[in-house]
């Protein structure tokens, strides 16, 4: 499976974006997945994570409430809605696949998309 992220940017905060993975491979329905980001000087960490039939979503606690992760599997798609954005939420936002269910370890992911960077001015 590739993955390709797109849909950063710059934002005011309180404002919103929305951010997009593009999977490669008929399989992808097949992963769970999730958005996983990395700040300048930190360590990669976990956002929002999606069962493969989307019923099931697992957020970090400094996004819920604000963010909301969804997949188009007819698509190949899988999708970060962003509101509310904040200062704190810069970083690169990158998508992860995996065969594991509810996995929030980076390290338990086995398909990255390049990254996407999120920019949020006060």
């Known amino acids: 499976v590739q993955l390709q992220a797109s849909g950063g940017g710059l934002v005011q905060a309180g404002g919103s974006l929305r951010l997009s993975c593009a999977a490669s491979?008929?399989?992808?329905?097949?992963?769970?997945a999730a958005w996983f980001r990395q700040a300048p000087g930190k360590a990669r960490e976990f956002v929002a994570g999606i069962n493969v039939s989307g019923g099931s979503l697992n957020y970090a606690d400094s996004v819920k409430g604000r963010f909301t992760i969804s997949r188009d599997n007819t698509k190949n798609a899988v999708y970060l809605q962003m509101n509310g954005l904040e200062p704190e939420d810069t970083a690169i936002y990158y998508c992860?696949?995996?065969?594991?269910?509810?996995?929030?370890?980076?390290?338990?992911?086995?398909?990255w998309g390049q990254g996407t960077e999120v920019t949020v001015s006060s």
């Open positions: 992860g696949a995996t065969f594991q269910v509810g996995v929030t370890s980076p390290f338990g992911y086995q398909y």
């Open positions: 491979g008929r399989t992808f329905s097949r992963y769970y």
